[in-house]
T-cell receptor, first 110, second 114 residues
Framework: DAKTTQPPSMDCAEGRAANLPCNHS???????VYWYRQIHSQGPQYIIH???NNETNEMASLIITEDRKSSTLILPHATLRDTAVYYC???????????FGSGTRLLVRP | DTAVSQTPKYLVTQMGNDKSIKCEQN?????MYWYKQDSKKFLKIMFS???????INETVPNRFSPKSPDKAHLNLHINSLELGDSAVYFC?????????????FGPGTRLLVL
């Protein structure tokens, strides 16, 4: 079972930042937080992951709270092409698999 | 160049038939996976191979048999197809099995069993 809780849907205006929350209150010390997205009819796309520290790459930023019980994925300037289902996943250090939940459906409005 | 590719993209077949789906990755990764996405859009892992050896088999029916001829390929053969096998099947790969390694997915194979 997925160990994360995400809102089922969100929307934001094009050009604005999209902030997608994720709760993972039972996360343990050796578990990573991963974010993927799935644009309609395509394969899941890796976005970013982190363990304790905040992370940033060319796609997004990941902010993990100090207690690690929640995180936020930030798309700094959302475009229409960012409309997708976003999955927050907690992955055990000893586990080889990603356990997907139902994700957040993000709609970017023109 | 496509990092993880799958063939065919679409597969329509009759119940009882046997079919194969192929996956290839050109990333030089050691680990490959098969995931299934059902009609409710839930993605679940089926198999994982590391250096051509089976690591995970998530209680998938014996009708599903993965085969890895080399590290760059992981094929999925399905015997005696059933209606419930209709789904989208995704192949993925990662550098190795360490949790810090991201998995990269292919475009999917849409299987419809009639």
């Amino acid at each position: 079972d997925a160990k994360t809780t995400q809102p089922p849907s969100m929307d934001c205006a094009e050009g604005r930042a999209a902030n997608l929350p994720c709760n993972h209150s039972t996360i343990s010390g050796n578990e990573y937080v991963y974010w993927y997205r799935q644009i309609h009819s395509q394969g899941p796309q890796y976005i970013i992951h982190g363990l304790k520290n905040n992370e940033t790459n060319e796609m997004a930023s990941l902010i993990i709270t100090e207690d690690r019980k929640s995180s936020t994925l930030i798309l700094p300037h959302a475009t229409l092409r960012d409309t997708a289902v976003y999955y927050c996943i907690v992955r055990e250090d000893s586990s080889y698999k990603l356990i997907f939940g139902s994700g957040t459906r993000l709609l970017v409005r023109p | 160049d496509t990092a993880v590719s799958q063939t065919p993209k679409y597969l329509v077949t009759q119940m009882g038939n046997d079919k194969s789906i192929k996956c290839e990755q050109n990333l030089g990764h050691d680990t490959m996976y098969w995931y299934k996405q059902d009609s409710k859009k839930f993605l679940k892992i089926m198999f994982s191979y590391n250096n051509k050896e089976l690591i995970i088999n998530e209680t998938v029916p014996n009708r599903f048999s993965p085969k890895s001829p080399d590290k760059a390929h992981l094929n999925l053969h399905i015997n005696s197809l059933e209606l419930g096998d209709s789904a989208v099947y995704f192949c993925a790969s990662s550098q190795d099995m360490v949790a810090a390694r991201a998995q990269y997915f292919g475009p999917g194979t849409r299987l419809l069993v009639l």
